[in-house]
């Protein structure tokens, strides 16, 4: 190497993604869920957790996400994986203990689970991720369904007169006593991927202090579900994701950073 000319640096693969071709990504392309994914493994690795996590995932698109990672793991029932969640972590009280679910889980099948997870304080994350459709079984439209999309399900655009009101998780559980922290990130730029790793520490070490229970969701892509390519996915996670759904803290109980 020339002297003056800084050493190149190269962008590893984490050591906790199950090697392939075992078990590839079975995303489709343009889609966000493998970034998150790695989002995931790069926080358990930063953080010394890679040994001492388990994860339970739902159905749905995230559903493989056990597979992918080589850390304890089971995928529960679809919905309530939350609960599972608080179990594990009940009975192994030193672990992270983390829950990675679609939006249609926690704001639909799995809402009863969510809201009392939170309500009971239990020492878990949960990490929801967001693409406001029902990505593997057509494209319905899901709770977090913006106002005006069109899905397979909302044929006209969602309106709020017939179905209500897109879900917001993690703004619905931060005024609980029980919660600790929760937020919202997205993944659609490098600067939001760095900023949202940032979001999923701090989740983490909520439940590793025992300060309740911590949420954090994820904005997704569905270039299939929303019948735009991969560039023009992320306009409209720009134009229209974020701007239902904020991205930031809600809450955040963390010694020196109190805040309802």
Known sequence: ????????????????????????????????????????????EETGHDGNAVCISGGGCS??????????????????????ASAVKRIHPDVLVFAVQGDGEIGAIGL?????????????????INNACFGTTGGQMAPTTPLGMITSTSPEGREAEGTGFPFHGPELIAPLPGVAYAARGSVHTPANFQRSKGLLKK???????GLGFSAV??????????????????????????????????KNILKGNEAA
């Open 1 to 44: 190497m020339k002297e003056g000319i800084a050493e190149k640096q190269v962008c590893k693969r984490p050591t906790l993604r199950q090697p392939l071709p075992y078990w590839p990504l079975h995303h489709c392309p343009g889609c966000n869920h493998g970034i998150i994914l790695r989002l995931i493994i790069e926080v358990l």
């Open 112 to 128: 009863g689970s969510f809201v009392s997870t939170a309500m009971r304080a239990e020492k878990i994350t949960s990490i929801s």
């Open 63 to 84: 559903a493989r996400f056990a597979l992918y990672l080589d850390i304890d793991s089971a995928t529960g029932i679809h919905g309530p994986n939350t609960a599972v």
């Open 203 to 209: 989740a983490f070490q909520a439940q590793m202090e």
């Open 217 to 250: 969701e994820f904005i997704s892509t569905c270039p299939s579900n929303w019948k735009l390519s991969p560039v023009e996915c992320l306009k409209f996670v720009e134009e229209t994701m974020i701007k239902e759904f904020p991205l930031g803290e809600f």
